[in-house]
Each structure stands twice: as C-alpha cells, then as structure tokens.
C-alpha cells in the first residue's frame, strides 16, 4: 500500500486503515498484534490503564500509536462525557470513541445518547468517534454534533457475523462526507476486505482477532486484507455482469486469415 494513500482525524495523518481493538486481549499479546498489524490507532478501555498497581496496559502501546480510549460501559451520555473526561486526565490524549451501550441483551449502541455526547465533547475538543448503528438521519447528526468520523457496526458486537448491516453503511459511505469506519461484528479478514471495497474509510477489529488460534497471525491476516480491499477500490472494480458470462479472451476472430 502506498504511504501517499494518507487518511485523517482531528489533525493527525494515519496510513495505517486498521484500528486495533484491545478489550479482549492478553496484555503480553497486545504489542505483537500492534506490530503484525501495523495499527497506529489502538482501542482501550479506561479500566485497562489503571495507574500503578498491576500491570498496565499502556506499558505494551508503543509512543507511536494512537490512542482512543472508549467509553464502554457508558449507559448514558452523561457517563460517556464522565469517562471521556477521566481518560484525558490520564493522560489518554484527545481522540474518544464513544459508546453508549444500555441494551444488555444486543448490546446495540443508543443513537440517541451518542449524539448527546458527541456534542458536548466536541465543544471541548475532543476528536470524537462515535460507535453507532448505522442510520443515516442519525450520522447527520453526529456530523452536526462535531463528529470526527462516523463508526457503524457491521453486526452485534462480539459476534464475528460480518457485514450483516452492509446496505445501510454503504448509504452511509455514499452520502457522508466524513470518513467511515467499520466497527463491531467483523469475523473474516475477507469481511474486512469487503468493507474496505466498499469504500469505508478504515476497518476495526477486536474479538476475530482475540478469539483466533493464533492472534498475531490473525492481526497480520486483517492487515493484509484491508490493505487488499482499500486497493481494489482505489483502482475501480470492475463491472458485475447481470446474466450470463463474460469471457476473458477473445473467442472468435483467432482462426480468421
């Protein structure tokens, strides 16, 4: 993948189209995953960078990677904002990815209370990335609301289903102007190549990666197949035939003098 196929949030210039979810890796795997996947944008959940104690999470992310605390566990847009605003104290940085979560059985992001968040961080600049369900009247509004980025999940998340929302983020990829990244429910790499295809702006992975044989294997394999997918769409797909077939060479005209 060419370094000039740059993309960028809240100032900063990434080439590097995966986000690597932490929440459910072994810290000693953390760092090989960063460096298979080449991420420079990590997730982390503000009860993994505990200051003292045991060990930290934050001791296993190279300075070079950007971190984006999230606010999982957040029920509400007052305790998203709470949980943000803990996590620059910190020292976690600006970039927040929001996730208001009060449904226990889906676990599907409320819209609502996202954009509710969104806004207030945004006034106090915060690069926000808000995890939603994929809406378009919803993404307008966290457009509105100073959104960074918009993040729909493909399906449940935790549940390496894929793309079981495709449609509604390809509306999304065609009518906003923000960058759109896929998040939640990616199970393939071939599903994040797909995504990519699609046009999205970059692919996050957690639990495909935490729950394969071998995590830093599967971390490379996303890697290559985002990479895969950002170039397939770059050079043009090409044209679905409806019926019938296409041939790839010519079949008349080669026995003609």
């Known amino acids: 993948m060419s370094t000039k196929d740059t993309w960028s949030l809240g100032g900063h210039e990434f080439t590097s189209r995966f986000i690597l979810g932490s ?16 991420a420079q944008i990590i997730t982390l959940a503000l009860r993994r960078a505990n200051e003292g104690g045991l060990a930290n999470i934050l001791d296993y992310i190279p300075d070079n990677v950007t971190l984006l605390p999230n606010t999982s566990g957040a029920r509400n847009a007052e305790e998203a904002v709470r949980i943000a605003r803990l996590s620059r104290e910190l020292g976690c940085g600006d970039f927040v990815k929001i996730e208001v979560v009060h449904d226990s059985k889906y676990l599907l992001p409320d819209n609502y209370e996202t954009i509710k968040a969104t806004e207030v961080l945004a006034k106090e600049g915060f690069v926000v990335m808000p995890y939603m369900y994929p809406d378009l ?52 790499p071939s599903q994040a190549c797909e995504a990519m295809e699609m046009g999205a702006a970059a692919v996050m992975a957690n639990t495909a990666i935490a729950t394969a044989g071998d995590v830093p294997v599967m971390a490379e394999a996303f890697k290559k197949a985002i990479e895969a997918g950002r170039s397939a769409y770059l050079s043009g797909l090409g044209r679905t035939i409806e019926r019938g077939a296409s041939a790839s060479s010519p079949l008349t005209g080669f026995l003609e003098d």
Do not use: H, W, Y
Not at 139 to 154: E, Q, S, T, V, Y
């Open 23 to 38: 929440g459910k890796f072994s810290l000693d795997l953390v760092k090989a995953c960063i460096e298979k996947a080449d």
């Open 137 to 188: 009247n919803a993404a307008r509004a966290l457009k509105d609301a100073g959104a960074a980025c918009i993040m729909p999940l493909g399906a449940p998340i935790g549940s390496n289903k894929g793309l079981a929302t495709k449609e509604f983020i390809q509306i999304l990829i065609d009518e906003m102007d923000l960058p759109i990244i896929v998040d939640a429910g990616i199970g393939r």
